[in-house]
């Protein structure tokens, strides 16, 4: 599967901002789907996941409340919904998949996802 993040820019902070992520190749709906997120000089950290069926979700502490993720299984895309961002929600985001089964202690590991998309920049100014 290949995967192709968008809608990142630039927002103020308490504003709202929604990633996608298209997949092509095979249906979005036999994977796992996850967000992470690198800022600068760091290292690349967990956002969430969200199963297959789009029933099960996993949140980072750091965006519990304020974001969520959905899915279009018909248009083959994952939905990153932002509120409420911070100046230190600013970061490159990262989509990825995962082919396994969910596993909510897994979820939020980097070396689940076996693939990943290109990123998109997110800016939240003060």
């Known amino acids: 599967v290949q995967l192709q993040a968008f809608g990142g820019g630039l927002v103020q902070a308490g504003g709202s901002l929604r990633l996608s992520c298209a997949a092509s190749?095979?249906?979005?709906?036999?994977?796992?789907a996850g967000w992470f997120r690198q800022a600068q000089g760091k290292g690349r950290e967990f956002v969430g996941a969200?199963?297959?069926?789009?029933?099960?979700?996993s949140y980072a502490d750091s965006v519990k409340g304020r974001f969520t993720i959905s899915r279009d299984n018909a248009k083959n895309t994952v939905y990153l919904h932002m509120n409420n961002l911070k100046p230190e929600d600013t970061a490159v985001y990262y989509c990825a998949a995962d082919g396994l089964a969910w596993n909510n202690a897994l979820v939020s590991s980097r070396g689940r996802y076996g693939y990943w998309g290109q990123g998109t920049l997110v800016t939240v100014s003060s």
């Open positions: 190749g095979r249906p979005f709906s036999t994977y796992t």
């Open positions: 969200n199963s297959r069926s789009g029933i099960l979700t």
